[in-house]
Structures are given as C-alpha cells and as structure tokens.
C-alpha cells in the first residue's frame, strides 16, 4: 500500500469555489456546476462550512467519477480539491 502526501498549501487548482454559509445540497450543485464547466483533468478547490459537506463530497465523487483528490478541515471551514474526470 503506498500513500501520497499532498501539500494543500502548493497544490494547484484552476478554478476556486466559495460555498461557505451554503447548506447542502448547494455546496454540492454548485461544484457540479463548476465541474461541468471544466475541462477533463483541472481540478476545482472549494471551501465549505456545511458539516456534512466531507460526506456530501465523497458520495459526489463516487457518484460522478470525479475524482475527490484531498480534503481538510479547519476551523470549521472544510477544503476540498476535486478533478474533473
């Protein structure tokens, strides 16, 4: 089993999202939007505060194919970087 370390504060993103205040299913409609109007392979950062939004984002990715490529949670605020399958 390998594992990779990711560095959040490097990693780079094409397009930035700012869903914090959203209740779900926003967060997630949003993203999908977002998505939608990316090329396959550029990744989307989006910060949430809905606490259910880890979970939302994981179904998400499983749902679509896009791959959900890190989160973290931070002061209430969750990040997420998603690729565009």
Do not use: Y
């Not at 390998?2 to 779900?24: H, P, Y």
């Amino acid at each position: 089993m390998s594992v990779t370390i990711i560095d959040m504060d490097t990693m780079e993103f094409q397009k930035d999202l700012d869903a914090r205040g959203l209740n779900c299913p926003l967060p997630i409609l949003k993203a999908k939007k977002a998505l939608a109007e990316m090329e396959s392979g550029q990744v989307l950062r989006i910060v949430a505060t809905d606490t259910g939004s880890v979970r939302d984002f994981q179904a998400f990715a499983k749902q679509t194919g896009n791959a959900l490529l890190a989160h973290t949670a931070e002061n209430g605020e969750f990040t997420f970087w998603m690729q565009r399958k």
